[in-house]
């Protein structure tokens, strides 16, 4: 074969060098991350705690709080883009001391914020809770009325938590200013799986580990701690948000608790400045806890040699991984990242209530309703019970096919974060992480809640660990029971969350 000439090499060779040039380009635009912009940065801490004896809330009865073990908090950071004077987007992130963000509250806050906040859209402000079983109770209905006594009934409550962290929102947003992030990865022992799996195949929560049926813990265990740290101009540290996958049950009692999380701020803020504003989230975690049950007996020993309670332990492994990380992303503190927030409403697959359910539920509300004297825990049961049997006669009419929740997915640099309304399972979040394009992906369960409270949303194996009977904590946190949603929603949940994260590095 002919040899072609140099010339013609040479010129072959330009031409490939200009294809791979415009390809390399190509596909650095399409990796490219969004447009940057200023960063600016408000941060504010509301205490929430009442000033009165309250209801707790995490449980089958009331708790009447009447001490304060610590303080009640709400964090917010309020987040702003800007090009020059133009705002391009916007978010502000409330994360609270309480058990759960009821059907209601969130849609109440931001109606109690109306026109308090210039220039912001209410609907790019969140609520989302730690899960802290010691905090005031926030539906009036929830319990019996006469079961609150002397204390501050949720009525009460509701409206001055509103004020309380109005107060701090509005501080958070007007105090914005030219500010920094940086990001980081983190570890500490902090969750362990709470659904324990026996040797004819059943599973309970917070079951024994003692017995000869025991045969191991049901699912995963995630050690992360996401770190979010923002800065003021001077590059000193204003506000962190924290996530791990764990609730904030370390601690028990019928003392107002904050749990954990009050240690770890308090170390946080001893070591770091005492205004810094400590946002604890809790990332997917309806089958974890920090409470161990394997090696209890050895954990709470080296809880005595340290002086600590349980709760304090786990607060020193947190802040521990916060400083460790904060130390470490110091060098890569940016100013000129790209936020964008947004907002949509998903339509999940409802769970479906199977006729041997609602036989179940249906025994049990009229054995309840036979009783002369109720027991303490029956108008919980049967709230539970009965919602069961409601949901399958609407199914019945071809109503409650669907669950309707709010989704907030935010890009912020590199770093995605995504919310749920639910107790979701870690089995979700693991997918979600996985798939994300973000180098980080902060995950955030009960965040919000909209006409209906969604409960946990199990996994498969969950579900297969027990059916619905009429002892409540029998595979409680898996049965029709307490979830409205089921694995085919789960799916789409993950589904639809990586997708809305996926749009937010596309090219544009």
């Known amino acids: 074969m002919k040899r072609n000439c140099w010339r013609c090499d040479a010129v072959h060779f330009v031409y490939c060098l200009a294809v791979f040039a415009a390809c390399g380009a190509w596909f650095a635009l399409a990796a490219a991350p969004a447009s940057a912009a200023e960063l600016w940065v408000g941060a504010a801490t509301a ?79 969140f609520l989302a809770a730690t899960h802290t079983h010691n905090a005031p109770v926030l539906l009036q209905d929830r319990y019996d009325e006469a079961d609150y006594q002397d204390a501050m009934q949720p009525k009460e409550y509701v409206p001055w938590l509103y004020e309380r962290m109005a107060e701090a929102v509005v501080k958070a947003w007007e105090g914005r200013a030219a500010g920094a992030v940086a990001w980081g990865l983190g570890h500490a022992v902090a969750a362990h799986g709470r659904r324990l799996v026996y040797s004819d195949g059943t599973a309970r929560m917070f079951g024994p580990t003692g017995i000869p049926e025991f045969r191991g813990v049901e699912g995963y265990e995630d050690h992360a701690v996401h770190v979010l740290c923002f800065y003021d101009a001077q590059k000193q540290l204003k506000a962190t948000a924290l996530t791990l996958a764990t609730t904030a049950q370390a601690e028990g009692g019928s003392q107002v608790s904050a749990d954990f999380w009050h240690d770890a701020r308090e170390l946080i803020r001893q070591r770091h400045g005492p205004e810094v504003t400590v946002l604890g989230f809790c990332a997917p975690a309806g ?156 995950l955030i369960q009960l965040a919000g809640a ?23 904590f029998t595979n409680y946190s898996a049965t029709v029971m307490t979830g409205m949603v089921g694995p085919e929603g789960g799916q789409a949940l993950v589904d639809r969350t990586v997708e809305a994260i996926r749009q937010l590095w596309e090219k544009k």
Request: with cysteine; glycine share 8%; charged share 25%.
């Open 47 to 125: 205490d929430i705690t009442p000033d009165r004896p309250v209801p707790l809330t995490g449980g089958t009865a009331v708790r009447i709080g009447r001490e304060i073990q610590n303080r009640l908090q709400a964090g917010v950071v309020a987040l702003e883009s800007r090009d020059g004077q133009q705002s391009l987007d916007q978010a502000i992130l409330v994360a609270c001391d309480l058990c759960v963000i009821r059907p209601g509250i969130q849609e109440g806050f931001r109606k109690h914020l109306a026109g308090r906040l210039a220039g912001f859209d209410l609907n790019k402000l």
């Open 450 to 472: 909209n006409r209906q409270h969604g409960y946990y949303l199990p996994t498969p194996r969950a579900i297969a660990g027990g059916e619905l009977n009429d002892k409540p």
């Open 287 to 442: 089958d974890q806890t920090p409470r161990a049950h394997v090696r209890k007996k050895s954990e709470m020993r080296m809880c005595e040699f340290r002086g600590l309670s349980y709760g304090q332990e786990i607060g020193r492994r947190v802040a521990n991984a916060f400083t460790d990380v904060a130390a470490v992303i110091a060098k890569d503190i940016r100013t000129d990242v790209p936020l964008v927030h947004r907002v949509q409403t998903l339509e999940l697959p409802a769970r479906i209530v199977t006729e041997a359910e609602y036989a179940v539920a249906k025994k049990l509300c009229e054995d309840i309703d036979a009783k002369q004297t109720r027991g303490k825990s029956d108008r919980w049961t049967r709230g539970l019970y009965g919602s069961v049997a409601e949901r399958y006669l609407a199914q019945q009419e071809g109503k409650q096919k669907t669950y309707e929740m709010e989704l907030h997915v935010l890009r912020l640099g590199d770093v995605a974060i995504a919310t749920s309304p639910f107790e979701l399972y870690l089995d979700y979040g693991v997918q979600i992480e996985a798939r994300s394009p973000a180098v980080q992906t902060f």
